[in-house]
């Protein structure tokens, strides 16, 4: 899953915890011992709201990511 999202109209609602709270029970039913995801450090509203959750922050992760002509160039398909 790339992204996940209450609506604007929705915030506030209690429906975004509602929804985490759903997730984290059926990863529980399924046996995982962990759930995680990444929030955009330029999305202020949406770490509050994890931290709000009590959700740990991960300081000894580092997020990676291939874009555009790096992704093509390592790929080595020669299209930049």
Do not use: Q
């Not at 709270?21 to 990444?38: K, M, P, Q, Y």
């Not at 000894?60 to 390592?74: H, I, P, Q, T």
């Amino acid at each position: 899953m790339k992204d996940l999202f209450v609506s604007e109209r929705a915030r506030g609602t209690g429906l975004g915890n509602l929804f985490m709270r759903h997730l984290a029970r059926h990863a529980v039913e399924l046996g995982c011992h962990r759930f995680d995801w990444t929030a955009e450090t330029d999305n202020p509203r949406a770490v509050a709201f994890y931290d709000d959750l009590k959700a740990e922050r991960v300081a000894e992760k580092v997020y990676f990511r291939f874009s555009d002509a790096n992704l093509r160039a390592f790929a080595g398909t020669g299209k930049d």
